[in-house]
């Protein structure tokens, strides 16, 4: 995977989450997949599990004034023929581009038989972490 690659494969996912749309974030990952963050591991067995989640992390979202997701490419790391380590920055804003919290994201992603990249599992230690800093700690009814 090059930067480019990288890089049009998470303006795709950021833009997915600005429309709040569930279907379109779960497209961009195989499944089973894989969530871990510091308390624990979050396993999704297919994508109905992983869009219930991700409507949960919307509602979160916009419950926090969301209105905006950005994601910059900040390394790639390709492991194998079809196989990457893509760490993210994320910025989320509000709907006068105020950014609200920001953190990095690390993923691994593989090219299947189909030739197309998706997201196999992630590390969500700094977005707990950010938000955790900002007082709306995830799964919260902030």
């Known amino acids: ?47 109905a599990a992983f869009t219930k989640n991700t409507s949960a992390l919307q509602s979160f979202y916009d419950r926090q004034g969301v209105a905006l997701a950005l994601a910059r490419v900040d390394k790639v790391n390709p492991l194998y023929e079809g196989v990457a380590a893509v760490t993210v920055y994320y910025t989320l804003s509000n709907s006068d581009a105020e950014p609200i919290a920001g953190w990095l994201t690390t993923y691994i992603l593989r090219r299947g038989k189909d030739l197309v990249w ?15 800093e900002r007082g709306t700690p995830l799964g919260a009814k902030h």
């Open 118 to 132: 998706r997201a196999s599992y992630a590390v969500a230690d700094g977005e707990i972490t950010a938000w955790a």
């Open 1 to 47: 995977m090059t930067g480019p690659e990288a890089q049009s494969f998470f303006d795709a996912y950021a833009r997915a989450f600005t429309a709040k749309d569930v279907e379109a974030v779960a497209d961009q990952w195989s499944f089973p997949c894989l969530i871990t963050q510091q308390t624990g591991a979050f396993p999704f067995a297919d994508r």
